[in-house]
């Protein structure tokens, strides 16, 4: 166990894995991958950070680069891809045809996801796709203005709008 500078406990997990993440926004943020000077100076900074602020970046740690989760998160990715098209096709027809129903309205919308992380990454999917948005998060539950509410139970809605995301997000 490290201390950081409150006092408080931060695991070596938590602390690597800040590190890691920190290392590698510096190294895209920069482009310094080719200058060693760069990559040490941001290795140390991304420690020195590290150290005040572990604790608020996960309580998970290194779990968040297991292979299951991240394989999860690589197939989210092609996941999400083919449902922003299809959202996008959707609300294009909407537009282009007036005579087609809309029905907007607000939806409460379970989870099962636990992290923190994977409900943000849920919202800001639903959110990248046309014809819906999150408003807000709590606890388990997401509340989402959707353009053509087809149902207000919880389940059916939120099969119909967060569908394969959670899957993939959740690492089954």
């Known amino acids: 166990m490290f201390k950081n500078i409150e006092g ?5 997990s938590r602390l690597i894995f800040t590190i890691l993440f920190l290392f590698a926004v510096w190294v895209l943020l920069t482009g310094g991958y080719k200058d060693p000077q ?5 290795f140390l900074v991304s420690v020195v950070v590290s150290l005040f602020t572990g604790p608020l970046f996960t309580r998970r740690g290194l779990y968040h680069l297991s292979p299951k989760r991240l394989w999860g998160k690589f197939v989210y ?19 282009l045809s ?10 409460r919308v379970k989870t099962k996801l636990t992290e923190d992380m994977d409900k943000l990454w849920l919202a800001n999917s639903i959110t ?12 388990d539950e997401l509340f989402i203005h959707w353009i053509d509410v087809k ?8 099969e119909t709008i967060k569908g394969a995301f959670e899957r993939h997000l959740g690492g089954e």
Do not use: C, Q, Y
């Open 38 to 42: 760069e990559l040490v100076t941001g």
């Open 128 to 139: 990248l796709t046309p014809g819906t948005m999150t408003l807000d998060i709590k606890g």
């Open 8 to 12: 408080g406990e931060v695991k070596l």
């Open 151 to 158: 149902t207000t139970d919880v389940e059916e809605a939120g």
């Open 77 to 95: 990715l092609f996941v999400f891809l083919i449902e922003l098209v299809k959202a996008n096709v959707d609300v294009a027809k909407r537009v």
């Open 98 to 107: 007036p005579s087609l129903p809309i029905n907007p309205g607000i939806v």
